[in-house]
């Protein structure tokens, strides 16, 4: 089973920027759409981006036209780039492959925790 380390989180001002990775092992990735997810505690995971193999982003109207998302196959790895960050992005961030959290293929890593605030 794929394996998956986010890591890129921290602590930043609303306004400020952070940019996420997802790095994989255990299989390639080319293969499979890839997507970012967030989760608040004693909340639903909620989806936050997805990418095809071929490049074409989806995005939650929440984070579209701040946050981008991109992929480097050869390196096994996935990114999201968080511009304009505010208070409501707060989340750990987790990815995974595959387009929904039922069809989810990788075992789910620890996730990444962002923190806006001032």
């Known amino acids: 089973q794929v394996q998956l380390v986010e890591s890129g989180g921290g602590l930043v001002q609303p306004g400020g920027s952070l940019n996420l990775s997802c790095v994989t092992s255990?299989?390639?990735?080319?293969?499979?759409?890839m997507t970012w997810y967030r989760q608040d505690p004693g909340k639903e995971r909620e989806w936050v981006a997805s990418i095809a193999t071929f490049g074409q982003p989806y995005y939650a109207n929440a984070v579209r036209g701040r946050f981008t998302i991109s992929r480097d196959n050869n390196k096994n790895t996935l990114y999201l780039q968080m511009n304009n960050l505010k208070a409501e992005d707060t989340a750990v961030y987790f990815c995974?492959?595959?387009?929904?959290?039922?069809?989810?293929?990788?075992?789910w890593g620890q996730g990444t925790q962002v923190t806006v605030s001032s």
């Open positions: 255990g299989s390639p990735i080319s293969r499979d759409p």
């Open positions: 995974n492959l595959g387009w929904t959290i039922q069809s989810a293929k990788g075992h």
